[in-house]
């Protein structure tokens, strides 16, 4: 084969001179050192900073008052059966209810400080975690434990969360004196104005399959920095990565995942998947109620009892909690498995162990069990745009039809109820993660809205529901009527646009132009 004409001869001698450095002779050599050296300082510069690597902190919480949060676990002298199942291997009880773990998010005082360090977004042990989620990708070996536990260590170990540790209750009315006046202080007075004589409003949170109760922290925190108080409950039901269980008297136990085919009968017959799911289900409705149980405790003035049981240590200021808690109307919500189990702890309305009013459900399961639909309470139904753009058979019909029915069968029994879509949005939306990985899981899960704006129109939307279940005033999305009985993807996300619904001013459209952009209502007791 002839050489090309401009090759020079090969038989020429080199010329000689200095040697030019292989990073500028071979390009390919040259990016990748560029790309090892700039890594290389980026890793120091998280290390000086103790920040973490490929992601970012969580963000400080935008409400008018500052959050605390205190962990509370409660050990019981006598731990309760709530299912049958054994373990397969050991033959201990599956579903037995030793202690109940969740974290108290509330509005602080503005001159609070906290001597106690700010909790982990990944509870320590590490280890805990990084084996549970190894074994939920089925590859929980001890080689690969201990490299998905380093992997969280590099990337998400150092992060905190932002509330400060066991600090006090805040007193708002104080606090709302010192707001700025540019704020609208009408709105806030009368918030106020409804705790000071029923208390702050309570949620319990219950979250959903292979999370903590730390997943769901800045939801809870931004509610907290509005004024109400937000339960995040940790599950032993199988359905968070590990959980460290604390009981004085024994060694600390780490309860790891667990599913059907690991649990069995006393008489040795394996379970199916319905019977352990709602043995999940029956099993978190045990742990909600106790949850209740502790904070009406709390209210009723035994909140130093609850601190020298807490195994946790926190809760200095609980004492002090007397009579502050709206413990008689609280909101049951959770999201995905959590929102089936929200759902559950409605059966048969109200009653003196779940004194729930009201309910946030967010994305309801569509593999965690049937839906309960026994529901009399209002209740705020929201899909993330991937919830309802993705068909699913549910039992045998589509799951968005049967999350549907029972909204609008709680409307026809007199239940203010209302199903939407948050349009651009995906499942993890109102979690930490798009927050803490916001490029990696907006391109993963296909979220088209920015992380920030999706998580407060999260927190937007469930503020004005509580606010509806308090002074029934209807506003924001909730005072809009239904639009899309199903989901429509042709006016989904961004697709709104001046003169839609018979506006032509560009500039008229104001909130109902905002909500628009966002959301699709599918229910609404509005007519």
Same mark, same amino acid.
Request: glycine share 8%.
């Given at each position: ?12 001698? %080199? ?164 707001? %700025? ?51 995040? &409950? ?89 009579g502050r808690l ?96 948050s349009l651009g ?8 993660? %798009? ?5 990696? &899981? ?26 509806? &279940? ?50 699709q209502v599918h ?5």
């Amino acid at each position: 084969m002839k050489s090309f004409p401009e090759a020079p001869a090969m038989e020429k001698a %080199p010329v000689k001179g200095p040697k030019t450095p292989a990073v500028f002779r071979r390009r390919r050599l040259r990016w990748r050192s560029v790309l090892a050296a700039v890594t290389a300082i980026y890793v120091v510069y998280c290390y000086v900073y103790s920040l973490p690597m490929l992601a970012r902190p969580l963000p400080q919480y935008s409400g008018p008052y500052p959050v605390g949060a205190i962990d509370i676990e409660l050990p019981f002298a006598n731990p309760r059966v709530i299912d049958s199942a054994v373990f397969k291997d050991t033959k201990e009880n599956a579903f037995e209810l030793e202690s109940v773990l969740f974290t108290l998010y509330h509005p602080t005082t503005q001159d609070a400080v906290s001597t106690k360090p700010k909790h982990y977004w990944i509870p320590r042990p590490i280890s805990a975690t990084g084996e549970g989620y190894a074994k939920f990708a089925g590859i929980n070996k001890f080689f690969i434990d201990k490299l998905v536990t380093a992997g969280l260590w590099a990337m998400l170990g150092s992060i905190e969360i932002p509330a400060l540790v066991d600090v006090p209750l805040a007193d708002l009315a104080s606090v709302v004196a010192e707001l %700025p006046e540019t704020r609208d202080d009408m709105t806030e007075v009368q918030k106020v104005i409804h705790i000071q004589k029923s208390g702050h409003p309570v949620i319990v949170f219950s979250h959903g399959m292979a999370s903590r109760r730390t997943d769901y922290t800045h939801y809870a925190g931004e509610l907290a920095s509005r004024g109400y108080v937000v339960a995040l &409950l940790e599950h032993r039901d199988g359905s968070c990565p590990g959980s460290v269980m604390l009981r004085p008297g024994y060694e600390d136990r780490v309860r790891l995942t667990f599913d059907a085919p690991e649990v069995e009968t006393p008489s040795g017959r394996t379970y199916t998947i319905d019977e352990f799911k709602r043995a999940q289900l029956e099993f978190r409705e045990a742990e909600i109620e106790e949850v209740v149980w502790v904070l009406q405790r709390i209210n009723y003035g035994l909140g130093a009892d609850v601190r020298l049981q807490n195994s946790r240590g926190e809760g200095a200021d609980l004492a002090n909690w007397k009579g502050r808690l709206n413990t008689m109307q609280m909101v049951a919500a959770g999201h995905s498995y959590g929102a089936t189990g929200a759902m559950q702890a409605l059966r048969g309305g109200p009653s003196a162990k779940r004194p729930f009013r009201g309910a946030v459900i967010l994305d309801p399961g569509k593999a965690s069990g049937r839906l309960n639909d026994d529901i009399r309470v209002p209740t705020l139904v929201v899909h993330s745009n991937s919830w309802s753009s993705k068909s699913s058979i549910f039992y045998g019909r589509a799951h968005f039809d049967t999350v549907f029915d029972i909204v609008e069968n709680n409307v026809l029994r007199g239940m203010p109820s209302w199903f939407a879509t948050s349009l651009g949005t995906a499942h993890p939306s109102v979690t930490d993660a %798009p927050l803490i990985e916001p490029f990696i &899981l907006s391109r993963a899960t296909g979220a088209r809205i920015n992380v920030d704006e999706a998580l407060r129109q999260y927190v937007h939307v469930t503020e004005d529901f509580l606010w509806f &279940l308090t002074t029934g005033d209807r506003r924001g999305l909730l005072a809009e009527k239904a639009e899309f009985p199903q989901y429509d993807e042709g006016s989904g996300f961004g697709m709104w646009k001046p003169g839609q619904n018979g506006s032509v001013d560009p500039g008229a459209e104001g909130e109902w132009g905002d909500w628009r952009k966002y959301w699709q209502v599918h229910i609404s007791p509005n007519k």
